[in-house]
C-alpha cells in the first residue's frame, strides 16, 4: 500500500470521530508489518485530560489485536487546511512500536501533505535505543 492509499484510509477514519468539544477530528491509518491496517480517531471527553488522539487510538487496536510492529502511518485532519503532525504522547506512544525510518504522512483538507519520519518527529529517542539494546 502507498502512503496516498493509507492518508485515505486515515481520512475515512476521521469520519468516526467523537469530536463535540473541539469540532476538530483526526484519522489515523497504521500500515503493520504483516500488511494487516489498523485504523483510531479521536475520541474527546468533557475532561480534556481523558481524551485519546487517533495515533494513540490506531496503537491500542492493534496491539489488542497482538500487532507489535508498525512500517507506516497516515494521518488526516479533515478539519484543517494544513497538515498537523501527532501530538508528543502519540510520538512517544509511536516511537515505542516504529523504527525511525518508518514513514509518517500527515494531511488535512488542501492537496498539501506533509511527509517525515518516526525519527524525525522523536529526533532524541535515547529510551528507544536503550530498549533495543536489551
Sequence with gaps: MDMEQLFETAKKAAEASYSPYSHFKVGAAL????GSIFTGTNVENRSFGLTICAERSAVVAAV???????V???IATPDSIEPVGPCGACR???SEFMDK???VRCGGSSPQRLDTTIGALVPFDSLHELAQKQ
Design 31 to 34: 500500515l503493520c508489518e504483516d
Design 64 to 70: 489488542s489485536a497482538g500487532k507489535r510492529r508498525f
Design 72 to 74: 507506516a502511518l497516515a
Design 92 to 94: 512517544q506512544v509511536l
Design 101 to 103: 525510518d518508518a514513514p
